[in-house]
């Protein structure tokens, strides 16, 4: 297939190894990335801070970069931004009476997907040591994204994929379905909220004695991360793509201090 990557913003700002280890995954399946030019923010911070006027080009900017169908599906590394494009982006178009933008924008979200969605619904993947080579040695637990567990519905998709590579342990996350208190501009806006919020994730989290917390969002990951680190935690935060990406003969190296991503040697 014909794949296009989504990068989106804070991956591409701060964690650009979670797409090269997307990108590494898929042409490791045999597939072709492309990455469309002029792509940028999905606009889902303005639409969740009620800002929908201002958004409307957003939108119209990531339908133009998506729209033009040269290729079979786009993927992103992060439910929340495709839950935005699929669920926010046609609300955004319908709202500014835009019914041209409104159609497109549904066309560009219906070929859109997470990439667990992808990686299971539309590749087959269902045995990533087998098929991907994906081997991690560590003690992992795992944290589903409100949005892709809510908005996106991808069930057991990311951790059934963890729970297929070799060497990996797979341990639960007490109230693993409760939000770790980011939720973008919610974090800034209702600071304390989620400051407490994300105490009750961290603390969930060592409890478990895992090594690693994944995730599908580095967004949650990047508050998370930041939680751990600041209780001088040795529980390091991992995207989920890294973790996949990685094989027996390069290995993802972990970071030497929590709450930074990690390095992941990937061809």
């Known amino acids: ?41 999905c606009g889902q911070m303005h639409v969740n801070s009620g800002y929908l006027k201002e958004a409307v080009p957003v939108v119209a900017n990531h339908v133009r970069a998506f729209g033009s169908g040269d290729y079979d599906v786009a993927v992103a590394p992060s439910g929340s931004c495709v839950a935005s494009v699929k669920h926010q982006h046609p609300m955004v178009a319908r709202h500014a009476g835009d019914a041209t933008l409104e159609e497109r924008a549904a066309a560009v979200g219906k070929k859109t997907y997470e990439l667990s969605e992808l990686l299971v619904d539309v590749l087959g993947v269902t045995n990533p040591a087998e098929q991907l080579g994906s081997y991690f040695p560590h003690t992992v637990t795992y944290h589903p994204s409100c949005h892709g567990m809510r908005l996106l519905k991808l069930g057991d998709r990311q951790a059934g994929l963890l729970r297929g590579v070799k060497g990996l342990k ?98």
């Open 1 to 41: 297939m014909k794949i296009a990557l989504f990068a989106t913003c804070i991956v591409d700002a701060m964690y650009p190894r979670a797409a090269q280890a997307t990108v590494a995954v898929l042409e490791r399946l045999g597939h072709q990335v492309v990455f469309p030019q002029g792509q940028a923010c």
């Open 170 to 267: 797979l341990v639960d996350l007490p109230e693993a379905d409760q939000c770790c208190g980011f939720g973008g501009t919610f974090s800034v806006k209702n600071a304390d909220v989620s400051s407490a919020m994300l105490a009750d994730k961290t603390a969930n989290i060592r409890s478990t004695g895992a090594s690693v917390c994944a995730g599908g969002d580095y967004s949650c990951l990047m508050h998370i991360g930041g939680g751990l680190s600041r209780q001088a935690d040795a529980v390091a935060t991992l995207h989920l793509a890294e973790i996949l990406a990685s094989t027996e003969q390069q290995p993802a190296v972990l970071p030497e201090t929590a709450g930074t991503p990690a390095k992941v040697m990937v061809k």
